[in-house]
Each structure stands twice: as C-alpha cells, then as structure tokens.
Nanobody
Framework: QAQLVESGGGLVQPGGSLRLSCAAS????????MSWVRQAPGKGLEWVSS????????YYADSVKGRFTSSRDNTKNTLYLQMNSLKPEDTATYYC??????????WGKGTLVTVSS
C-alpha cells in the first residue's frame, strides 16, 4: 500500500538549516503532485510548498519564500525540503502529501522541527 515516511526533523538554533526527506513507496511517485504542509503546536495545518510531478514548477507560502526549497528525485522516490534561515515560528510537525486527481491522496506521519536557542 501507499506509504510516505518523513525524516530529518530535529532541534536547530535560529538561523540554522535542516533538510527534510519524504520517502515514498507503494505508488507511482513520479506522477504525483507533492506538497509539504506543517502544523505548529496548538495550531491548524499550514501549506508550505508544492512541486509538480516532474519538478518543473515549485510554489511556496509567503512565510517561507526565499528560505525553503522543495525538490524531488523521482529515481529515488523521494521528496526534499531544504530549510535555511530557520526561525522559531517555523517550529512545527512537517508532513508530506502526495496527490493526483482520481488516483490518490496520501499523507505521511510527520517529522517534528523545533527551532530554539
């Protein structure tokens, strides 16, 4: 069955960097539109970034634009989120999502990112 597994979260100081990964299995990763969504403690879901199936286009929330970069390696069935210049307000659980109309809508269990000194 379809599975998404996020990794790479942890504790980082403000201004630091982290790279999240999302490993996909059980479906044809290369044809799916992929996104990162986060949820800060006690708050709702916030869309962070999306990337086309072939990686040709990426989109970012204003709150992360210029600091975060989404990419994917379809040969490795993996989605990435490079996060630079991290701020305390980036503290959240980060989820990856795979979506394709009429095919599927899958979510991982998330990885926690904590930005604190």
């Amino acid at each position: 069955q379809a599975q998404l597994v996020e990794s790479g979260g942890g504790l980082v100081q403000p201004g630091g960097s982290l790279r999240l990964s999302c490993a996909a299995s059980g479906f044809t990763f290369s044809i799916y539109f992929m996104s990162w969504v986060r949820q800060a403690p006690g708050k709702g879901l916030e869309w962070v970034s999306s990337i086309y199936s072939d990686g040709s286009n990426t989109y970012y929330a204003d709150s992360v634009k210029g600091r975060f970069t989404s990419s994917r390696d379809n040969t490795k069935n993996t989605l990435y989120l490079q996060m630079n210049s991290l701020k305390p307000e980036d503290t959240a659980t980060y989820y990856c999502n795979a979506w394709k109309l009429w095919e599927g809508d899958y979510w991982g269990k998330g990885t926690l990112v904590t930005v604190s000194s």
